[in-house]
């Protein structure tokens, strides 16, 4: 069976600050992997997406960037946080036929 | 571009009512839509996946129906129950490419 994770669970960091996010799952080998953030208000918006190692798909223009250095393992980073890339950072996979899409825990990202 | 839609944003039900959710979209070339729990501060969890071909599925209490000409989804529950409260969320895969849209999400109470 599949699972994914995410660390950190919480985090809190200042205004231009660098942030690194880390999504990795398991029991499936090259899945398609997502990173969406879910904002107060303005439900999930997908960020990222990648089919494979350094494979990199950008859905909007912002200050974050996302990397695949491996199969299973996905990133999500800043090099200066801004007080509106603060909201709950969710990553994902596909897996099956029918391209379901399972969602990590989240990370919750405060900017001060 | 694809748009979905969530009616009631809120509801507050007796424990044992039977209730509908509601999930509508703009554009009905869609390949998939998933319908999602997430319990305050938590991850997206999978209720039900419909395929583009299917009308309907079912999980337990749960039946979600398809009407792709229409662009309309329902979640029926069955005999709610208090740990039924969450929100639930539609999402439509956009036919390809295997990113999903979200609507914003019905708050569900399910009152003891």
């Known amino acids: 069976s599949q699972t994914i994770h995410q660390w950190p669970a919480t985090l809190v960091q200042p205004v231009g600050s660098p942030l690194s996010l880390e999504c990795t799952v398991e029991g499936t080998s090259n899945p398609n992997l997502y990173w969406y953030r879910q904002a107060a208000g303005r439900g999930l918006q997908l960020l990222f997406y990648s089919v494979g190692i350094g494979q990199i798909s950008s859905e909007v223009p912002q200050n974050l960037s996302a990397s695949r250095p491996q199969d299973r393992q996905f990133i999500l980073s800043s090099k200066k946080l801004l007080l509106s890339d603060s909201g709950f950072y969710l990553c994902a996979y596909l897996w099956g036929r029918g391209n379901e899409q399972f969602f990590g825990p989240g990370t919750r990202l405060t900017v001060l | 571009k694809q748009e979905v839609t969530q009616i009631p944003a809120a509801l507050s039900v007796p424990e044992g009512e039977n209730l509908v959710l509601n999930c509508s979209f703009t554009?009905?070339?869609?390949?998939?839509l998933q319908w999602f729990r997430q319990d305050p501060g938590k991850g997206l969890t999978s209720l039900l996946l419909?395929?583009?071909?299917?009308r309907e599925q079912t999980s337990g209490r749960l039946n979600a129906s398809l009407d792709k000409s229409s662009g309309r989804s329902t979640l029926y529950i069955a005999a709610s129950q208090p740990g039924d409260s969450a929100t639930y969320l539609c999402?439509?895969?956009?036919?390809?490419?295997?990113?999903?849209?979200f609507g914003k999400g019905t708050k569900l109470t399910v009152n003891p």
């Open positions: 999402a439509v895969n956009k036919g390809g490419s295997e990113k999903l849209v």
């Open positions: 554009d009905s070339a869609i390949y998939n």
């Open positions: 419909i395929q583009s071909s299917q």
